[in-house]
């Protein structure tokens, strides 16, 4: 199975005077500049096999599981420089907020990462090795339905020049959706999209986006333009930032745009997608000519391609009927004049 490296991102660091270390965690998108250079990295080996075709289940752990379920999931931690590491293995919460999925700090707990467990906690791992852990997910019999985030976290430290000790951490991200049954349905709707442009002059696009199934979503996407001065047509052009939204949850997915686009009117027409899911909204909108933003303007949701294709299919199928039996009533009728006669 294709899998993909996650983290060795470094986020700002902060000093904590009272422990004498710095803290960088990273809970990352596939592949990144750290994992390029040398650095400890971490990627899922295993998925669920009804969802090997889901490139979040590719990415991330996430599942759906009954009360008293037991799940394995192994990962693969790398060390891609050119010393020996001691690497600290271990679970913790985290959080979905503004958008964003926030590991907590150090070891903080919570249900999810009281049930998870891992076959190795502390690693050595040469240069240009690696090492699979197993991780074991065990949901009480009696545990509350809902969805549950965490994360397994790969952490190194080592002292720098000025003696205080750099801590640094990847992680694996943990989605789990506990009840009977199947999975809650994923959906979510765009419900405005407001043209701006931002200070320097070059358009924006923001989608308000809106998670209204009973699953986390991480959206990614692109916007068009259409028919816009002169029947000007410009894009795709793709979200910056992967957007992570829990049940219930609102945020803005923003898209920047080429400098060099009039102020339209245009037709613009949003892809988001969150694994298999994708939908499509669109709007008619024009930017300002000075920096700011307009009002947001209602979205709709736009007519799959597909289901254009499949209802042209359903009308020709039945115009064919109606014409096969409008030719074998009329033979019949024909038959029956000739019996008359």
Do not use: C
């Not at 008293?68 to 001691?86: C, D, L, M, Q």
């Not at 028919?227 to 410009?234: K, M, T, V």
């Amino acid at each position: 199975m294709r899998s993909f490296v996650l983290a060795a991102v470094l986020a700002a660091a902060a000093l904590t005077a009272a422990t004498g270390t710095a803290a960088a965690a990273g809970l990352a998108s596939p592949l990144s500049s750290e994992a390029a250079t040398g650095g400890v990295g971490v990627r899922l080996l295993d998925a669920p096999s009804d969802a090997r075709d889901d490139p979040r289940a590719r990415q991330y752990i996430v599942d759906h599981l009954a009360p008293g379920s037991v799940i394995h999931r192994r990962i693969e931690v790398s060390n891609t420089t050119p010393a020996a590491v001691r690497v600290s293995m271990y679970p913790a919460a985290a959080s979905i907020e503004n958008g964003s999925f926030i590991g907590a700090a150090g070891h903080t707990p919570n249900d999810l990462s009281s049930w998870t467990t891992l076959d190795q906690d502390v690693l050595d791992i040469a240069p240009g090795t690696q090492t699979t852990v197993t991780i074991t997910v065990t949901v009480p019999a009696d545990a509350p339905p809902g969805e549950q985030y965490g994360a397994v976290w790969a952490e190194t430290s080592a002292p720098n020049t000025s003696g205080v000790n750099l801590v640094n951490r990847v992680g694996i991200r943990l989605y789990l959706s506990v009840g009977a049954g199947n999975a809650p349905p994923s959906s979510f709707t765009v419900d405005s999209l407001t043209a701006a442009r931002a200070p320097d002059g070059h358009p924006v696009v923001t989608a308000q986006v809106h998670n209204t199934g009973g699953r986390a979503l991480d959206m990614s996407g692109n916007l068009s333009l259409s028919d816009g001065p002169g029947s000007l047509n410009a894009g795709p052009f793709p979200a910056q930032l992967v957007s992570t939204l829990a049940p219930g949850q609102s945020t803005m997915v923003s898209i920047s745009l080429d400098q060099q686009l009039p102020d339209g009117p245009w037709n613009a027409n949003i892809s988001l997608t969150s694994g298999l899911l994708e939908e499509s909204y669109q709007a008619r909108i024009q930017f300002p000519p000075n920096p700011g933003a307009t009002a947001p303007v209602p979205a709709q949701k736009s007519v799959d391609n597909y289901l254009g294709i499949i209802l042209i299919g359903v009308l020709l199928a039945a115009l064919v009927t109606v014409a096969v039996l409008v030719v074998v009533r009329h033979r019949s009728r024909q038959k029956a004049n000739r019996q008359l006669v």
